[in-house]
């Protein structure tokens, strides 16, 4: 009598099958952290350059979800040349950014080491890409999640970016949980500079000497004097120390039109160098007008020509300080009116 052995059944097939293509996954998103370690590697700043075709290969032929974040800085060199849009800055920062991050986070047990990459995508050579994420105007970053599509990511708003690496640390930080470390800025001289100033400085300072024994120099001249009270002062009410903290840009480009320039924005959280300026002038300019009052109007002898520059700087002062009065209601929200006393309704 023959002898047959019984197939084996199809749910042990199917978990065999299973398992295969589990295997064949893991192995192949090990294959793309490695290729993306590999070319985070070889850039100098740490920025992973992307086309159409790597597009491909690490986001949208990738099932979800990946193992790893993806954050694309989309560039254009043909708008280097328009100094409003700040390609060239944001570009230089988020390399910055980029860097700081591998080198926080370059040791292989660190829980973000291999899970975070920092792309650009350069617009003649990605267009298919721009079309896919949706990119009408620049500046613009996407952060992707694993979970996510190019059309579901993370968008930077202005603000996310207003203060360079260090705003879009915390944008990031803010979405992926990740701890992103300090941002490493390269020291603004190098040791080679440094030796020539100290050196100029060695040399100079006997001929300074000599200058301020004999009384001499630029801070003997009331007029110097003169000048940086009044640059302290602009600088005291413009905010313009707030700007150099915070790396404030004079003007943001208009998202709905990259023509149009933004100076004066709205919200109390943000404020533009533009802004600053202008209310730092007014405030000077009533500044100005009061010691011009007080110190020189008051030694002229003619009592009518006094009354009459006397309304006309009261008048500018006027209008100078509902100019600021009336940005601050539009920035904030708040309205600040006078109260009249009752007894004189």
């Not at 059309?151 to 992926?176: N, P, V, W, Y």
Request: hydrophobic share 45%; aromatic share 12%; charged share 15%.
């Amino acid at each position: 009598m023959a002898s047959f052995r019984e197939p084996p059944s199809l749910l042990l097939l199917l978990a065999v099958f299973s398992l295969a293509l589990l295997s064949v996954s893991a192995d192949s998103d090990s294959q793309r952290v490695s290729e993306l370690l590999a070319l985070q590697s070889r850039s100098k700043s740490g920025v992973i350059h992307l086309d159409d075709r790597s597009v491909s290969r690490f986001l949208t032929s990738v099932k979800t979800p990946r193992p790893y974040w993806l954050v694309v800085f989309f560039d254009a060199t043909q708008l280097h040349d328009k100094t409003e849009l700040h390609l060239k800055t944001l570009h230089s920062e988020f390399a910055l950014l980029a860097n700081s991050f591998i080198t926080n986070n370059q040791d292989p047990e660190s829980p973000s080491h291999g899970k975070l990459f920092f792309c650009d995508l350069e617009f003649k050579e990605s267009q298919s890409s721009f079309g896919l994420f949706g990119v009408n105007a620049l500046p613009h970053i996407r952060l992707i999640a694993p979970h996510q599509n190019p059309k579901e990511s993370h968008q930077m708003d202005q603000g996310d970016f207003s203060r360079l690496a260090e705003s879009m640390s915390e944008f990031i930080e803010s979405k992926t949980k990740f701890v992103f470390g300090p941002i490493h800025r390269p020291p603004m001289l190098s040791s080679k500079q440094l030796i020539v100033i100290f050196l100029a400085i060695s040399i100079w300072i006997p001929f300074a000497i000599k200058k301020i024994v004999i009384g001499e120099t630029l801070l003997h001249d009331p007029k110097i004097w003169l000048v940086g009270s009044v640059f302290v002062y602009f600088f005291s009410v413009s905010g313009a120390m707030h700007n150099i903290i915070r790396k404030m840009p004079m003007f943001l480009a208009d998202r709905n039109d990259p023509n149009r320039l933004i100076f004066f924005y709205q919200g109390s959280g943000m404020q533009l160098g533009a802004e600053g300026f202008a209310v730092g002038s007014l405030y000077t300019i009533v500044g100005l007008l009061l010691a011009f009052m007080t110190h020189v109007l008051v030694k002229v002898r003619n009592v009518n020509v006094q009354r009459v520059v006397m309304i006309v700087a009261l008048f500018i002062s006027f209008w100078a300080v509902k100019k600021v009065v009336y940005l601050d209601n539009w920035k904030t929200g708040y309205g600040i009116h006078g109260f009249w006393p009752s007894s004189w309704k």
